[in-house]
């Protein structure tokens, strides 16, 4: 790997020592430096409240390798990479906002000194989405738009009404072209191994249809808890954290017809034209629930209704998916850890008596480097005729010759060159609200569920008699 021709690059990282920057942005950004595929010269400028030195600065960086990235692992590729990237940390303290930009125009200006000519910004709001609104209207105050480029964390707005509201400030100061709205989901090697199994594969291009596919399920549940993000977390809840963001951006990548070509216009525009399919959310089709013991959490009120967990059946209208449902489900403490997609296959008709109502999956494992997975049903060796089912995998990891990115390191390096193919659009986050709408103007009552299980027992039910491929088996009449 190696960098394009790339004008020299200043990023700047809005809330540079929060829990985000720390865990993600920042151990991004190093792998990137590592993989030589920043611009040749390129700076980066954390920001903050707080008034803190370069050297200072540069140390909390390190810190953050050490727990989130290569440092603390003994690496010494990473550690030798190290000095030089630390060589180029900038911090500009006191804030920023339209009527005092604290430092960060000084930091900027030697900055620029330093780059020479033709420099652009990177701006990341690496920040809770209540500064969003300021950050921007700082950014346009103080002029630095131009020749920018600005990355926006989810979740992006709260409701249709916030999310409208935030998008016309953001395209009065910015050219659609210029936003970047994250969904690390979207980075991952599996989620875009989707469209080299589909479209190079004729074996499952020919059955991604409602012929042949009886419902889709989109499965993220975790076994963590909230305990690190309580405050964020008890004001966003499950649905709002995860389902018009992350997974209904995964189904609109499963529904979406054959793009033109892969070219990043052409796949945004795939992705997105198949939102507009998306049927409004019944509230009758959505179970939420909340892990008991969520309450006794510090930063939780303790008469919280926040939901935890979320499970939903969306349906997707259009003539390639018209009633298949689409069941899609995550939640915190839950009996396991797993990212997945998977296309429960129709029974074929036939002589055989008995097969399994999960006997044909073909799942993409989206955890790590990806893995694909297909489910068959085969007889079982020995003398009678009975069935049973096996299961084939393959990592993606295994695949010869590749480097796989971490989402946010694949996500940021889009950015640097450019490439909107893996980002959510305007209109197609419009599209995704509008579908969401429903369950927020008549949500249905918050149910318990034990920690280590599978949620809400009205959750079970969603996917019929075949039930969940994640969890336990459907009972047998």
């Known amino acids: 790997m190696s960098a394009p021709d790339l004008p020299p690059?200043?990023?700047?990282?809005?809330?540079?020592?929060?829990?985000?920057?720390?865990?993600?942005?920042?151990?991004?950004?190093?792998?990137?430096?590592?993989?030589?595929?920043?611009?040749?010269?390129?700076?980066?400028?954390?920001?903050?409240?707080?008034?803190?030195?370069?050297?200072?600065?540069?140390?909390?960086?390190?810190?953050?390798?050490?727990?989130?990235?290569?440092?603390?692992?003994?690496?010494?590729?990473?550690?030798?990479?190290?000095?030089?990237?630390?060589?180029?940390?900038?911090?500009?303290?006191?804030?920023?906002?339209?009527?005092?930009?604290?430092?960060?125009?000084?930091?900027?200006?030697?900055?620029?000194?330093?780059?020479?000519?033709?420099?652009?910004?990177?701006?990341?709001?690496?920040?809770?989405?209540?500064?969003?609104?300021?950050?921007?209207?700082?950014?346009?105050?103080?002029?630095?738009?131009?020749?920018?480029?600005?990355?926006?964390?989810?979740?992006?707005?709260?409701?249709?009404?916030?999310?409208?509201?935030?998008?016309?400030?953001?395209?009065?100061?910015?050219?659609?072209?210029?936003?970047?709205?994250?969904?690390?989901?979207?980075?991952?090697?599996?989620?875009?191994?989707?469209?080299?199994?589909?479209?190079?594969?004729?074996?499952?291009?020919?059955?991604?249809?409602?012929?042949?596919?009886?419902?889709?399920?989109?499965?993220?549940?975790?076994?963590?808890?909230?305990?690190?993000?309580?405050?964020?977390?008890?004001?966003?809840?499950?649905?709002?954290?995860?389902?018009?963001t992350h997974l209904f951006q995964l189904a609109a990548e499963v529904a979406m017809e054959p793009p033109v070509s892969l070219a990043a216009a052409d796949l945004l525009a795939a992705r997105e034209g198949v939102l507009d399919a998306f049927r409004p959310l019944d509230p009758d089709d959505v179970v939420l629930g909340q892990f008991e013991g969520y309450t006794d959490i510090e930063g939780v009120d303790d008469d919280s209704a926040t939901d935890t967990f979320v499970a939903a059946r969306l349906w997707v209208d259009t003539d390639r998916w018209r009633d298949v449902p689409f069941l899609l489900r995550t939640g915190k403490r839950m009996a396991a850890s797993e990212q997945r997609v998977s296309l429960c296959l129709r029974t074929p008709d036939g002589p055989l008596d008995d097969i399994p109502g999960q006997g044909n999956v073909l799942t993409l494992s989206l955890s790590g480097s990806g893995a694909v997975e297909l489910r068959l049903v085969a007889k079982r060796p020995g003398p009678g005729l009975e069935l049973s089912t096996g299961t084939a995998v393959l990592q993606l990891s295994d695949v010869s010759g590749g480097t796989p990115l971490p989402p946010y390191v694949s996500l940021l390096h889009d950015v640097v060159t450019g490439d909107r193919s893996l980002f959510t659009s305007s209109q197609g986050l419009a599209r995704a609200w509008a579908a969401f709408a429903p369950l927020q103007q008549k949500p249905p009552e918050v149910q318990p569920y034990a920690p280590g299980s599978w949620g809400p027992e009205a959750a079970l039910e969603l996917p019929g008699p075949c039930g969940w491929v994640l969890g336990p088996a459907p009972e047998q009449d």
């Open 9 to 244: 690059t200043v990023f700047v990282v809005f809330g540079a020592t929060g829990d985000l920057a720390r865990r993600m942005v920042l151990p991004a950004f190093f792998e990137l430096a590592r993989l030589d595929l920043l611009p040749r010269d390129w700076r980066l400028i954390g920001n903050g409240r707080g008034d803190v030195s370069h050297v200072d600065f540069a140390d909390l960086v390190h810190d953050a390798l050490e727990e989130f990235g290569p440092l603390g692992d003994g690496d010494d590729d990473a550690a030798d990479s190290w000095p030089a990237f630390a060589e180029r940390l900038r911090f500009a303290g006191g804030g920023f906002d339209s009527d005092d930009p604290g430092s960060l125009l000084d930091v900027l200006a030697e900055a620029r000194e330093d780059l020479g000519d033709g420099v652009q910004y990177v701006h990341y709001l690496a920040v809770p989405p209540s500064a969003f609104d300021g950050l921007t209207r700082g950014l346009d105050a103080h002029g630095l738009t131009e020749n920018a480029r600005v990355v926006y964390e989810k979740p992006y707005g709260t409701s249709p009404d916030s999310f409208r509201e935030l998008d016309e400030l953001v395209l009065s100061v910015l050219d659609e072209e210029q936003v970047f709205r994250i969904d690390h989901f979207l980075g991952k090697e599996g989620t875009q191994d989707l469209h080299v199994l589909r479209f190079a594969n004729g074996m499952f291009e020919h059955l991604w249809s409602r012929e042949h596919v009886a419902q889709v399920q989109i499965d993220v549940p975790e076994e963590l808890d909230v305990a690190q993000r309580a405050t964020f977390y008890d004001a966003t809840g499950a649905a709002l954290d995860m389902l018009v």
